[in-house]
Nanobody, 123 residues
Framework: QVQMVESGGGLVQVGTSLRLSCVAS????????LGWFRRPPGKEREFVAA????????YYDDSIKDRFTISVDNAKKSVYLQMNNLKPEDTAVYYC????????????????WGQGTQVTVSS
């Protein structure tokens, strides 16, 4: 069993940056993938980015890949999402998740989820 706890959300202005953090407790194996998803108001949850626990290989949704960066700190069992040049459409609840099947961009591939952290981008 893996538990995830996100932090770092908040209310920010358009064009600013924010860094989300997610700490995992429990066993993370080398083949696992860690991902970030988000749920905008009134919409379905969508994929944002993912990273391999051991190789650091990354995978991004095209809509954010020029502005967001995912990274992992194995020693701290943490995954981060650096978000730059934030836009109102980035407003959402952001979730981190763990996939036992490696890096994936599909929600159903993820086994463990955090509770989410709210990001609101104000214009």
């Amino acid at each position: 069993q893996v538990q995830m706890v996100e932090s770092g959300g908040g209310l920010v202005q358009v064009g600013t940056s924010l860094r989300l953090s997610c700490v995992a407790s429990g066993r993370i194996d080398n083949g696992f993938g860690l991902g970030w998803f988000r749920r905008p108001p009134g919409k379905e949850r969508e994929f944002v980015a993912a990273i391999s626990w051991n190789s650091g290989g990354t995978y991004y949704d095209d809509s954010i890949k020029d502005r967001f960066t995912i990274s992992v700190d194995n020693a701290k069992k943490s995954v981060y999402l650096q978000m730059n040049n934030l836009k109102p459409e980035d407003t959402a609840v952001y979730y981190c998740a763990v996939s036992r099947r490696g890096v994936a961009g599909i929600e159903s591939m993820y086994d463990y989820w955090g509770q989410g952290t709210q990001v609101t981008v104000s214009s």
